[in-house]
Each structure stands twice: as C-alpha cells, then as structure tokens.
C-alpha cells in the first residue's frame, strides 16, 4: 500500500478516485460500519456518490486522507478546520473509514498516525475533535491511538428497531 496522500482542493480528485471513495464508502457502510447512512443500508452508488461530492466541493477548508492505490481506496477520512479565530486551534474529523477486505492490515494506523502528523506539524493545530457511534467498542479503539473520551449524549443516534445508541465526543490533544 502506498503512504496515504492529502488531497485539499477539489482538482486534485479526479473521477476514478471519486469512484473509489464511493465503493469503499459503500462497502463500509453495508457491512455495519458507522459511517453515515442509518437506517438506509444497504445503500448504493448512487446513495453514496451525491455525499462523495459533496465532501469534495468542500476541499480547500476540508481536508481529504486517503489510503490505498490511485484506483482502489483501502481508507480514508476528512478533517476540516475552523474559519473562526476562536476555534482554529482545532479540526474536525470525519468519515473515517477502512475497506472491510483491508481491515487489520494497518490502514487503520496509517490513516490516524498521519492525521495527528498533518494536523499537528503542517497545520499547527492543538487538538482534534471526532463523533464515533457507541456500542461498537470504537473507544478501545481510538483510545489506543491516544484519543480520549470526553463525553456522550445518551441514546442519540436511532439505528432502527429499538437500537438506540450513545454518540461518543472525543479529543486528541496534540
């Protein structure tokens, strides 16, 4: 796999990669991942495709991480920052995703090693905030990456059929 690549312009994402993000969104989002899409899935392109766009016309303040070869992303995910003067001191992280075929080999790691790098040293920020769905053991996760938990909103996000779940805030202080 090649070192992931930050993209932060729309030019610079070109339609097989466009098509790639859409796959893997997809593909993440079928197979249970907390990605978007609740209470949809399965979804399709087609579903997935008018979010892609939309993520990419926001490039320039919007940062996109990507993992993975020119046509076959194994991962990705944005961090935008804040126009703000009072709350430029952090980003925003979103999206964060693996292809299920490339979970375990380290894509995972390449993507939040190289976030906490680019936001930290390129960008100079203090910290960064991320979202995550409860009940999937997304803490351990993040935690092992030094992300803490710093709170929750009980029972906020509606998966459908009764399953209610927690919405997680954590920050990674830089």
């Not at 090649?2 to 466009?18: I, T």
């Not at 926001?58 to 995910?77: N, S, T, Y």
């Not at 351990?140 to 779940?165: K, M, S, T």
Request: net charge negative; charged share 25%.
């Amino acid at each position: 796999m090649n070192a992931p690549r930050w993209l932060s312009a729309p030019d610079q994402v070109d339609d097989h990669l466009r098509e790639a993000l859409t796959v893997c969104w997809r593909d993440v989002a079928n197979a249970g991942g907390s990605v978007g899409f609740v209470q949809q899935t399965p979804v399709s392109d087609d579903v997935v495709r008018p979010e892609v766009d939309k993520i990419v016309e926001q490039l320039g303040r919007a940062h996109l991480l990507v993992a993975g070869e020119p046509d076959k992303v194994a991962g990705w995910l944005v961090l935008t920052t804040n126009a703000s003067l009072a709350f430029r001191h952090w980003g925003l992280v979103t999206r964060v995703q693996t292809a299920p075929a490339v979970r375990g080999t380290g894509v995972a790691r390449a993507l939040l090693t190289e976030l906490a790098r680019y936001a930290k040293v390129d960008l100079r920020l203090a910290s960064l905030r991320l979202d995550a769905r409860g009940g999937e053991g997304l803490e351990r996760f993040y935690e092992h990456f030094g992300w803490e938990v710093v709170g929750r909103y009980p029972e906020a996000i509606d998966l459908g059929g009764g399953d209610l779940r927690d919405q997680l805030y954590l920050n990674l202080s830089l």
